[in-house]
């Protein structure tokens, strides 16, 4: 079982950073892969970027080289760091923590993006 934690949501101007974390508890936090999830009112919840284990990522197109994820497996944490961010990011963050056919989720932190 893995409980998450997300933190670091606000409100931010357009063109700000923001830094999103996610503390995992349970055990073998370092052979999850983690995820970061976001839901915008009214739409579907979306996928905004991966790590593996390996710690390789993969990113949804429309945050490339605006957003960057990264773990620290000393202290169960993931981070998603959020430059230039625009009012079309705003959204509930999920933390998401999958392995083999287990899916964790947090309960969101809320970012709020003014134009």
């Known amino acids: 079982q893995v409980q998450l934690v997300e933190s670091g949501g606000g409100l931010v101007q357009a063109g700000g950073s923001l830094r999103l974390s996610c503390a995992a508890s349970g055990s073998f936090f370092s052979t999850y892969t983690m995820g970061w999830y976001r839901q915008a009112p009214g739409k579907q919840r979306e996928l905004v970027a991966t790590?593996?284990?390996?710690?390789?990522?993969t990113y949804q197109e429309s945050v490339k080289g605006r957003f960057t994820i990264s773990r620290d497996n000393a202290k169960n944490t993931v981070y998603l760091q959020m430059n230039s961010l625009k009012p079309e990011d705003t959204a509930v963050y999920y933390c998401?923590?999958?392995?083999?056919?287990?899916?964790?989720w947090g309960k969101g932190t809320l970012v709020t993006v003014s134009s």
């Open positions: 998401n923590a999958r392995r083999y056919a287990m899916d964790y």
């Open positions: 790590i593996r284990s390996s710690s390789s990522s």
